[in-house]
């Protein structure tokens, strides 16, 4: 399965149409030429910032750090950075326990990701209350997709990182509601992780227009 690398920052102030067309003439075309294909473009409706998460793909953690290590990808983060700020960007690497054979671009949609590092001493634990219980339950709940587990190798605010799509916002209400999502979270937090947060983000539509990373 492919590697993942994100970006995330919030746009200047008055700098709003500068950065649009900087994403579509400049941005996207500049990280396709290096190899790395836009998958994904959110705003962060609830939880912690940057607001503006864009996720490209690559084949392998090799073909990554070969596109990041490119003096042209030093020039797309430079020109970036003069039109945001709180830039962050991390390589995520799938954690194998979701089974997907492909991760492809996703329009309309919502995410709600969960945000955690380990306890010390549980990681075989853990990974059997993930793999016989967490990811069964929430399979019972037919509106959602469970889309990846993915592990924080460089960058970015936590080790893990659990990634849940919907097609409708009022969804994930259901789902938070739920005695099923309640029972497998509470366990989760309580037993095997620390530092837990979640983001519910939304899709900013289409990838090739000026839209893409607008709010």
């Given at each position: ?15 709003e ?26 705003y ?57 054979t492909?991760y ?17 001493g ?46 409708d ?36 539509e ?10």
């Amino acid at each position: 399965m492919a590697v993942l690398f994100t970006q995330s920052w919030d746009i200047i102030q008055e700098k709003e149409d500068a950065y649009a067309e900087f994403v579509k003439s400049t941005l996207l075309p500049g990280m396709t030429a290096i190899g790395l294909g836009a998958v994904g473009a959110y705003y962060v409706e609830v939880g912690f910032g940057p607001r503006i998460v864009g996720v490209h793909r690559a084949d392998d953690t090799k073909a990554l750090c070969n596109s990041i290590g490119t003096n042209e990808f030093k020039q797309l983060t430079l020109q970036a950075k003069s039109l945001v700020q709180n830039y962050r960007a991390a390589v995520l690497e799938p954690t194998g326990r979701v089974k997907r054979t492909e991760y492809a671009i996703q329009k309309g949609v919502w995410k709600f990701n969960q945000y955690y590092d380990l306890r010390p001493g549980v990681k075989k634990e853990y990974a059997d209350y993930i793999i016989n219980y967490y990811i069964p339950t929430l399979g019972k709940l037919d509106y959602l997709e469970i889309t990846g587990g993915w592990n924080v190798v460089l960058g970015g605010v936590s080790e893990i990182i659990g990634e849940l799509t919907f097609r409708d916002p009022v969804d994930i209400g259901r789902m938070l509601a739920s005695p099923e999502f309640r029972q497998i979270s509470i366990k989760l937090q309580d037993e095997f992780t620390v530092n837990y947060r979640n983001r519910i983000m939304r899709c900013t539509e289409r990838f090739d227009e000026p839209r893409w990373f607008r709010l």
